[in-house]
Structures are given as C-alpha cells and as structure tokens.
C-alpha cells in the first residue's frame, strides 16, 4: 500500500503546530524566547520532522530516532539553553503539552461530528489547532499569575540573587519614560548598594489596597537576570521602586517582578 505525501503541506501544518508548541512552553519559561526564535525554532522542527519520510529503513525506527531530534533542536534554538538540565526541563514540557494538545484534539474530533472533517484539509487542522492553543494558554496565563523565579539584581560592584514573585497584577511604570518598574525590598537594595544611593533617582506613583495613593523610591538597576528552571532572561536598565516593609509576609520572596519586563 503506498501513500501520497504534499511535502509542503506537511511542512506548513508541523511549523504552526510546533509554534503552539513552543509558545506554550515559552509561557511555562516565563516568556524567554523572542519571536525570531520561535520562528527559527519552529521552522527547524518541521523541516527534521520530514527527514525520516525521505531516508530508507522501517518507518517506526525513522520516527523514533527523527523525532527527539527534531524536539531537542527546536529547544536548542529556541531557547539557547546551556545546561542538560534546562534542556531536559524544555523538552519535558514539550512532551507534555504535546500530549495535552494531541489529546484535546482526539477528544474534539470525537465529541464534536463537524471536527472530524475539519480534519480533512490542512485549514481545518490548523484550525483546531489554534482553538486547542487558545484553550491552553489561557489556562498557562492564569495559573502563570503567581509565579516565583530566581532573580539575579547587578549593580557596578556588586551582584544580589533573590526569589521573586512574577505577579500580573504589577502594572506600575517609570512616568516619564513608561518603563514597567519592579518592587524591591530596601535591605535588599542596600545590599546591592554598598558604595552609596544610585543615581537616577525616580519618584513612582501607585496605588494600592488600604492605601489609595502613594509614592516610592524608584532607581535604576544596571541589569538584571531572571532565571526559570535554569534558563535566564536578561534585561538592562530596570527600574525598582523601593519597599520599606517586607513584600512577603512569610520572607518567601524579596521582589515582585512587572511581567512586562518578560514581554521586552
């Protein structure tokens, strides 16, 4: 029995396919990838996912072998990871969010008559695909909503590491150039600055529960490094507003980041 493959349909649904994807992963990353390396990431992964239809051999063995690595280079360079433990990280949520995505589809296509032929063009597919990516972003979205990370704060001489709390609902922002600012404990800050008060210095306005109005310290922080399951962000000039109180009532963070910082 023989069957008729369009390389270039083949091609088109694994790329969005491993798109959604990555893009799911990258929401479990904290957003660390650029665009530019999903895309690469992506296109990297249809094009090996093809290659064991044009070598010879059992076609089970083709697969077994072609795909891992066709995941371990899309991860590689999507997420440049630099550790086997970041890459192991990456690729067990790949394989999960394959295996959730593949089974939403199967349970669509059963429960749902008309997702059947849907099936039957590479629009459907696609089609299905999106929905089944939207359905699991906005799940990641929301429990993404509280997450703790490492972050490493660089100052000229010296270099802090904390645990922080990534929380949407920090929208504050620098008001004169709109940069997102992050919330910083003062022993931490006087750690980081052990040869005197920063320049550029900022006043940023907030608001808050129990306390409707009010200003905090805001400076600018060379560089800082945020890390989730050993893959890091870096982000250059960030402005911190100064707390006098503790964030977490049970010490467990020092920080609160802006999500925007991870959106730069």
Same mark, same amino acid.
């Given at each position: 029995?023989? =069957?008729?493959?369009?390389? !270039? ?21 904290? &957003? ?16 090996? =996912? ?30 440049? *990871? /630099? ?13 999960? =969010? ?11 296509? &059963? ?5 059947? /032929? ?19 972003? =906005?799940?990641?979205? &929301? /429990? ?6 490492? *972050? *490493? ?13 990534? !929380? ?17 404990? /003062?022993?931490?800050? !006087? ?12 006043? *940023? ?23 989730? !399951? ?35």
């Amino acid at each position: 029995m023989y =069957y008729k493959l369009y390389i !270039d349909s083949l091609f088109l649904i694994n790329f969005v396919m491993n798109l959604y994807l990555l893009k799911l992963v990258d929401y479990s990353l904290m &957003r660390t990838a650029t665009r530019c390396s999903l895309v690469l990431g992506a296109a990297a992964g249809a094009g090996l =996912y093809l290659v064991p239809f044009l070598l010879g051999g059992p076609v089970w063995l083709r697969l077994v072998i072609g795909l891992p690595l066709a995941a371990v280079v899309m991860i590689k360079i999507t997420f440049r *990871v /630099k550790s086997i433990k970041a890459l192991l990280k990456a690729a067990e949520k790949l394989f999960l =969010y394959s295996f959730l995505f593949g089974g939403v589809m199967l349970f669509g296509i &059963r429960v749902i008559p008309q997702a059947s /032929k849907a099936l039957l063009n590479v629009f459907g597919i696609l089609g299905i695909g999106m929905i089944v990516f939207l359905i699991l972003s =906005y799940r990641k979205e &929301r /429990k993404n909503a509280q997450n703790l990370c490492k *972050v *490493v704060l660089i100052g000229k001489e010296t270099k802090v590491t904390v645990d922080a709390l990534m !929380d949407t609902g920090n929208g504050l922002t620098e008001p004169i150039s709109g940069k997102p600012v992050s919330i910083l404990e /003062k022993e931490v800050f !006087d750690s980081l600055w052990k040869e005197g008060e920063p320049s550029g210095f900022r006043a *940023v306005p907030y608001h808050s529960i129990g306390k409707k109005r009010g200003i905090l310290q805001g400076y600018l922080v060379p560089e800082i490094c945020i890390e989730v !399951d050993g893959i890091t962000k870096t982000c250059k000039d960030v402005y911190v507003g100064i707390s006098e109180e503790m964030i977490s009532g049970t010490g467990k963070y020092k920080m609160i980041l802006n999500p925007l910082l991870l959106e730069a």
